[in-house]
């Protein structure tokens, strides 16, 4: 992800004679300096690159899963498991990535979620208050109908 922003500096009297200041014409505005843009990139975190190995790993799932499930050769009961496994899996892909984006949203960006077999575990890479689990918790038993008891929440205190 990149992200262009504009960087503004104040000139200040603690600048060295010899650096070189472009002031602007209008008046007001000569105490300070625009400095042209510069890109930020995000440092890539365990978590991202976790997030992308197992894109990498469901989307060769998906198309092995879209090959079976189409293929003329098989019987229809067969295709139709493998449809069934298919749906199955495209659905766990998106409520992982919209609880994510959830916990996005609330400002735990290497949020991770993990569904697997009727349980829920969510790794922040931060240290949570009772009541921050508690909102992570509701959400992900809101979107999935999965009881608490059955979703782990593992914060940097747990070691993550």
């Known amino acids: 992800m990149v992200i262009l922003a504009l960087l503004y500096i104040f000139r200040s009297d603690d600048f060295a004679d010899d ?3 472009i002031a602007n014409d209008e008046p007001g505005l000569e105490n300070f300096v625009v400095v042209e843009p510069v890109t930020v990139r995000s440092v ?6 976790y997030k992308l190995e197992r894109e990498r790993m469901r989307s060769r799932q998906v198309e092995l899963l879209q090959n079976f499930a189409y293929d003329a050769h098989s019987d229809s009961q067969r295709r139709e498991q493998f449809q069934n496994e298919l749906q199955a899996l495209i659905g766990k892909m998106s ?9 996005k949203a609330q400002g735990y960006v290497d949020g991770l979620v993990i569904l697997d ?22 959400v992900v038993h809101r ?18």
């Open 19 to 21: 650096e070189e200041v």
């Open 44 to 49: 890539p975190t365990k978590f991202a690159e």
């Open 95 to 103: 409520r992982e990535a919209e609880i994510e984006g959830l916990l």
């Open 117 to 138: 077999d009727g349980t829920v575990t969510v790794v922040v890479p931060v240290t949570l208050t009772r009541e921050e689990a508690a909102r992570i918790g509701d």
């Open 143 to 160: 979107l999935t109908g999965i009881g608490f008891e059955r979703i782990t929440i593992v914060d940097e205190t747990l070691g993550v």
